[in-house]
């Protein structure tokens, strides 16, 4: 990887195709940051984010349908936004968020996605990390709104370490396994802990019960899968794991607030 590129957004699904290069990826960026906005109902967002510092990323704990902005920390030449990173108490970070907050936070990365692409090396950069503190910075302004309103903010520093290191791992194990494996007996057991543990820590640390966190999981993968009208319902059914595409259809009709069929009637209209 080339040092003078300073910073680049992708997802999950594409890191994965290219985890050969993860090691010099690593190597090559101080910092990274990882995202996922998932919507847990109609209208209603929430953002789980982790800042790692290289080498901990592992491949086993990439999500496909996380977005994973590295950078090298010398974009933030203003003062502001470095202290905002170097004075952090954590590095996990999940709250809810408005669908015009998640969609601003969409717009800018789709424009950070399409400035990366530009030949034009020096004002790629520039444009880069001008976006990256408008995003910063609308995420802080957003968290403090957040925890004035007693919302989900971010995690408290009574929180054990044990309990992050606990969520981390079980996130990761849904991100591989939710496909295969619905259940929360599965991941408590896989965690070496009863089903009353990982729901206690899970509702500490992300204010969600592990079934909460494996639905929302499947249903952000859903709805990527859907957004490709090339793949049949019944095909994304299969894809997921459900026996049948009604079985998905009704499981996503429950959680979402619409049937495949009207989400994908709902994107015609873009919506």
């Known amino acids: 990887m080339n040092r003078k590129i300073l910073c680049f957004l992708i997802n999950g699904k ?16 101080e910092i990274l940051e ?15 984010s982790r800042i790692f510092v290289p080498p901990t990323l592992e491949i086993a704990k990439i999500c496909p349908i996380s977005e994973y902005f590295f950078f090298d920390t010398v974009l933030f030449y203003d003062n502001h936004i470095a202290e905002i990173f ?5 590095d996990f970070h999940q709250f809810r968020i408005s669908k015009k907050e998640a969609a601003h936070l969409k ?30 910075l609308h995420l802080k302004k957003v968290f403090e709104k957040s925890k004035d309103l007693g919302r989900n903010g971010p995690v ?18 849904v991100a591989l396994n939710a496909v295969k494996e619905k259940g929360v007996t599965f991941y408590a057991e896989s965690l070496n802990i009863t089903n009353r543990t990982l729901s206690n820590i899970t509702r500490k640390v992300m204010d969600r019960s592990p079934k909460e966190i494996i ?16 793949l049949s319902i019944k ?37």
């Not at 639905?215 to 090339?230: A, F, H, R």
């Open 14 to 29: 594409e890191l994965l195709e290219r985890k050969d290069s993860l090691p010099e990826l690593l190597s090559s960026f």
């Open 34 to 48: 990882v995202s996922k906005i998932i919507e847990t109902a109609a209208g209603h967002f929430v953002l789980d």
């Open 86 to 90: 170097k004075n952090r108490k954590s």
């Open 107 to 136: 717009v800018i990365n789709d424009m950070i996605k399409t400035y990366q692409n530009d030949d034009e090396e020096e004002s790629k950069e520039l444009l880069i990390s001008n976006l990256l503190k408008n995003n910063v």
């Open 156 to 173: 408290s520093d009574n929180v054990p370490i044990t309990y992050l290191n606990t969520a981390e791992a079980f996130k990761g194990l």
């Open 215 to 230: 639905d929302s999981y499947l249903i952000e993968l859903g709805q990527k899968m859907l957004e490709d009208t090339g």
């Open 235 to 271: 095909e994304v059914s299969y894809s997921l794991g459900f026996r049948s595409a009604n079985g998905f259809s009704m499981y996503f009709k429950k959680l979402y607030g619409k049937s495949p069929t009207e989400y994908r009637e709902f994107l015609g209209q873009g919506l």
